[in-house]
């Protein structure tokens, strides 16, 4: 198996959102070791807390948020966030790299609970290269 920002771990990830977007979410995760470390971080602490199923943000395009910007932060090795202060459904959101806002990002949450950024990540990173150059 490839380290977490590897190439199994993108076909998991991708096998999950797609699974993620056609069951029921409970269902998808029977097996939670198989699971990139921040997923499953993420899903146990939902679990500790009595919250609904971890489902991950996502970008328009469907790629899982947290994964992309691992790749991301690892290639160009800068920081990469999106932040809001006094997040309301349906504010922008900020796309800051290495601190910096670079751009707005519309953001809305999704009747069963995740994120999704009105941005396509191909768009994340021609953002990111842009800033880098």
Same mark, same amino acid.
């Given at each position: 198996?490839?380290?977490?920002?590897?190439?199994?771990?993108?076909?998991?990830?991708?096998?999950? @959102?797609?699974?993620?977007?056609? *069951? #029921?979410?409970?269902?998808? !995760?029977?097996?939670? $070791?198989?699971?990139? =470390?921040?997923?499953?971080? @993420?899903?146990?602490?939902?679990? *500790? #807390?009595?919250?609904?199923? !971890?489902?991950?943000? $996502?970008?328009?395009? =469907?790629?899982?948020?947290?994964?992309?910007?691992?790749?991301?932060?690892?290639?160009?090795?800068?920081?990469?966030?999106?932040?809001?202060?006094?997040?309301?459904?349906?504010?922008?959101?900020?796309?800051?790299?290495?601190?910096?806002?670079?751009?707005?990002?519309?953001?809305?949450?999704?009747?069963?609970?995740?994120?999704?950024?009105?941005?396509?990540?191909?768009?994340?990173?021609?953002?990111?290269?842009?800033?880098?150059?």
């Amino acid at each position: 198996m490839a380290d977490e920002r590897g190439s199994d771990s993108r076909d998991t990830v991708e096998t999950l @959102a797609e699974s993620a977007r056609q *069951t #029921n979410p409970k269902s998808i !995760y029977d097996s939670v $070791q198989s699971l990139p =470390g921040w997923w499953k971080s @993420a899903v146990r602490e939902f679990e *500790t #807390n009595n919250l609904r199923v !971890y489902q991950p943000s $996502q970008f328009e395009d =469907g790629i899982i948020v947290p994964d992309f910007i691992n790749r991301m932060e690892s290639k160009y090795e800068v920081t990469v966030r999106f932040m809001s202060i006094d997040p309301r459904d349906g504010d922008n959101w900020g796309l800051y790299v290495d601190g910096e806002k670079i751009r707005d990002v519309p953001h809305r949450r999704i009747p069963d609970g995740h994120s999704v950024y009105g941005i396509d990540s191909e768009e994340v990173e021609i953002c990111i290269m842009k800033t880098v150059e």
